[in-house]
C-alpha cells in the first residue's frame, strides 16, 4: 500500500514522540490487512514507548492494534486489550475511538456466534457516532451491522449499507471502498450466479493480489471456489480453494482455514479420491485441536464482561456480597464471644476453658481446610472435564466420521483407523477409571482397602497402551527388577498412575532411545523408578510440578491435562501412604519415582 510506503519513509524523521507512537499506531493498523506479525510488531513498539513517555493516547492505540493481532487466535487476550483500550478512550472522551472499540467487541462476539450481542454493541456504537464530525468510523459500523443483525429487513440493511457508502466515497478510504466492492460483488454473485459476475470477481481479486491485501482475498477466493464449484468447474473450484488455504494460513484466520479445509476435504470425497480427503480430514482435526489449544489458553470469552457498565455491575456485586460477609462475620462472632464467656464462667475454675477454645478453633480450621479442600477438587475437576474427558470423544467421532464418508478404504487403512479408534477408546476408559477412584477417595465414606500387586505384571499392563506408539518412535522398554517386588496398593490407582508416568515418558523420549523401569524392593517399601532421556525439566517447573497451588486450570500451564493427571497420581500416591517425586535437570531427561509400602 502507497499510505504505508509513505508512513514508513516519514518514520525516521518524525523526532517528537508522541506523534511517532501515533504514526507506529496508524502502521500497526494499516498492517493487520497486510501481514499480522507486523501488525503486532508495530503495535507493541508503540505500547513500549508510550508508557514510558506516558501517554494516554498512544497507548490506548496500541493497545487497540494489539487487539486486533490477538482477535484470530486469542480472543481473551483481544477482549482484555479491547477493554483497556476502551477504558483509556472513555477517560480521553475520544468519541470516535469509542465507537470503533465497541464495534472491535462486536466482532469478536460475531466470531462466537453471539449475535445478539454484536448487534447490540453495534447499536451503541452507531448511537455513540452519529453526530461526529468525521464520521469515517461509522461507515465500518453501519456496514457491519447491515450484516449482523438478523432482525434487519432487507430494505433496511440496504439502507444502512447506502449511508455507509456515502460517508466512504466522502472520504475516499481506499480499504472501505475495497470492502464495499467485495460487499456489492458477492451480493450480485449469490444473486445472479452469472458468470459476469464470476469475472468481476476474478478481476477484483487481482486487485487485491497486487496488493498484497491478505485480509481480503481469502474471503474472496472463498467466495470464487463456491461459485464455480457450483458451475461444476472443479479445477478452477480446487484452485482457489487452495489460494483460500495459503491466504488463511498467512493471515491466521482460522475460520477461513477450517472452511477451506472442509472444501477441500468434500472435493477428494465427491471425486472417489479417498487418499486425499482422509488426508484433509486429518488435518481439520489438527487444526481444531490448535483452535482448542488457543481456546484453552484464552479460558472462556469474557466479552459480555468487558465494558465499564458490566465491570461496575460486577462491582457492585462484589461490595454487596463483601457487606453481607461482614454482617454474618460481626453476628459469628458475637455468637462465639458469647460461647467463650459461657464456657468460660461454666470452668473458669479449671484449665478446661483452654482446651475447649482449642478444640473450637481446630474444629473451625479443619473445616475451612475442608472446604478449600473441596474448592480445590472442583476446580481440579472442571479442569478435568474441559479437556481431557471432551478429547478422546473428539478423537473417536472424528475417526468414524473419515471411515462413514470413505467406503473403499483399504484393508490396511481400515485397520489403522480401527486401531487408532481401539487406541483412542482404551485411553479413555483408563483415564475414566482413574477418575472415578480419585473422586470416590473424596466421599467421607471412602475406605481405602489395599491388596498385595505384583509391580512387574502391573508396570507391563500399564505400557501396553504405549506398545504402538513406542513402536512408532523406535522406543524399548527396559525392565530391572532385582527382586519380586510387590506392594500394598489399589489395582485401579496404581495402574493409573504407572500408565501416566509411562505416558509422559513415551511422549518426551526422543526417538530410538530407552525408556528404563527399576523394580526396587527396600526394607518397607518398593521403589519404582521410570526414567526417560527426554529434554527435562528446570528447576521452577519441577518444584511446581505436584502443587495445585502453582497451577491455574484456566490458563495453557497444564499441556493436555499433563499437569492435572500428575497432581491427581501424587494425591492417589499419598493415599495409598507412598510418596511420589520427580528429578530432572534440562536436557538430561527426567526421573519419576513412586515409593509404596511392601507388600
Known amino acids: 500500500m502507497a499510505a504505508i510506503r509513505n508512513l514508513q519513509e516519514r518514520l525516521p524523521f518524525i523526532k517528537d514522540s508522541t506523534a511517532y507512537v501515533d504514526a507506529l499506531n496508524k502502521l500497526g493498523l494499516l498492517y493487520y490487512q497486510k501481514t499480522w506479525d507486523s501488525c503486532y510488531y508495530y503495535g507493541k513498539k508503540a505500547n513500549d514507548i508510550a508508557k514510558r513517555i506516558h501517554y494516554p493516547p498512544g497507548i490506548a492505540g496500541s493497545l487497540n492494534v494489539l487487539g486486533i493481532y490477538y482477535s484470530s487466535t486469542n480472543r481473551y487476550l483481544a477482549t482484555r486489550y479491547y477493554n483497556q483500550s476502551l477504558q483509556l478512550y472513555q477517560q480521553l472522551q475520544d468519541t470516535a475511538n469509542i465507537g470503533q472499540l465497541y464495534n472491535n467487541l462486536a466482532v469478536l462476539s460475531q466470531s462466537d456466534n453471539d449475535l445478539g450481542t454484536a448487534t447490540r454493541l453495534l447499536r451503541q456504537a452507531n448511537d455513540i457516532t452519529r453526530s461526529l464530525q468525521r464520521d469515517s468510523i461509522r461507515a465500518v459500523i453501519l456496514l457491519n451491522w447491515s450484516m449482523t443483525d438478523t432482525t434487519l429487513s432487507y430494505s433496511s440493511a440496504d439502507s444502512l449499507r447506502g449511508i455507509a457508502q456515502q460517508i466512504i466515497q466522502k472520504y475516499q478510504d481506499t480499504l472501505l471502498l475495497r470492502y464495499l466492492t467485495f460487499l456489492r460483488l458477492t451480493t450480485d454473485l449469490n444473486t445472479t450466479k452469472s458468470d459476469k459476475s464470476i469475472a468481476q ?166 473445616h475451612n481446610q475442608q472446604l478449600q479442600s473441596w474448592d480445590e477438587f472442583n476446580n481440579m475437576l472442571l479442569g478435568v472435564m474441559a479437556h481431557d474427558i471432551r478429547q478422546p470423544f473428539a478423537s473417536i467421532i472424528t475417526l468414524s466420521t473419515v471411515m462413514e464418508a470413505d467406503e473403499s478404504l483399504s484393508q490396511e487403512e481400515l485397520r489403522a483407523v480401527l486401531h487408532q479408534l481401539n487406541e483412542v477408546s482404551a485411553r479413555g476408559i483408563q483415564f475414566m477409571d482413574g477418575l472415578l477412584n480419585w473422586i470416590k477417595s473424596k466421599r467421607e465414606d471412602f475406605k481405602y482397602a489395599p491388596r498385595s500387586l505384583p509391580v512387574h505384571e502391573i508396570l507391563l499392563e500399564a505400557n501396553a497402551f504405549f506398545a504402538s506408539k513406542q513402536k512408532e518412535k523406535g522406543l524399548r522398554l527396559e525392565i530391572t527388577d532385582t527382586a519380586s517386588g510387590t506392594v500394598a496398593a489399589d489395582k485401579v490407582m496404581l495402574t493409573f498412575i504407572l500408565r501416566n508416568l509411562l505416558s509422559n515418558a513415551t511422549q518426551y523420549a526422543p526417538q530410538d532411545s530407552v525408556i528404563s523401569a527399576t523394580i526396587t524392593p527396600q526394607e518397607q517399601e518398593v521403589v519404582i523408578s521410570i526414567t526417560d532421556s527426554g529434554p527435562g525439566m528446570e528447576q521452577g517447573k519441577l518444584t511446581a510440578l505436584f502443587s495445585l497451588q502453582n497451577n491455574d486450570f484456566t490458563s495453557s500451564n497444564i499441556s493436555k491435562g499433563a499437569g492435572l493427571a500428575l497432581i491427581i497420581c501424587h494425591e492417589m500416591t499419598k493415599l495409598m501412604n507412598g510418596t511420589l517425586l520427580a528429578e530432572s535437570n534440562p536436557g538430561q531427561g527426567t526421573t519419576f519415582k513412586l515409593a509404596l509400602p511392601r507388600g
Open 201 to 366: 470477481l476474478e478481476d477484483f481479486a487481482r486487485v487485491l493480489e497486487a496488493d498484497e491485501s491478505n485480509y481480503l482475498l481469502p474471503q474472496v477466493y472463498t467466495a470464487l471456489a463456491g461459485a464455480f464449484a457450483q458451475k461444476g468447474n472443479k479445477n478452477k473450484a480446487l484452485f482457489y480453494n487452495n489460494q483460500a488455504l495459503f491466504r488463511a494460513q498467512l493471515n491466521k484466520n482460522h475460520s477461513i482455514i477450517i472452511f477451506a479445509l472442509e472444501s477441500l476435504k468434500q472435493f477428494y470425497a465427491d471425486s472417489d479420491d479417498y487418499k486425499n480427503a482422509y488426508k484433509y480430514a486429518s488435518l481439520i482435526s489438527e487444526e481444531k485441536e490448535r483452535q482448542q489449544e488457543y481456546l484453552k489458553k484464552s479460558g472462556y470469552t469474557y466479552t459480555n464482561y468487558v465494558l465499564r457498565e458490566k465491570n461496575l455491575q460486577l462491582a457492585q456485586n462484589r461490595s454487596a456480597a463483601e457487606i453481607r460477609i461482614i454482617i454474618i462475620s460481626a453476628i459469628l462472632l458475637v455468637v462465639l464471644l458469647i460461647a467463650f464467656i459461657a464456657i468460660f464462667w461454666l470452668y473458669k475454675k479449671s484449665h478446661q476453658s483452654a482446651t475447649v477454645q482449642q478444640q473450637l478453633s481446630n474444629t473451625l480450621q479443619q
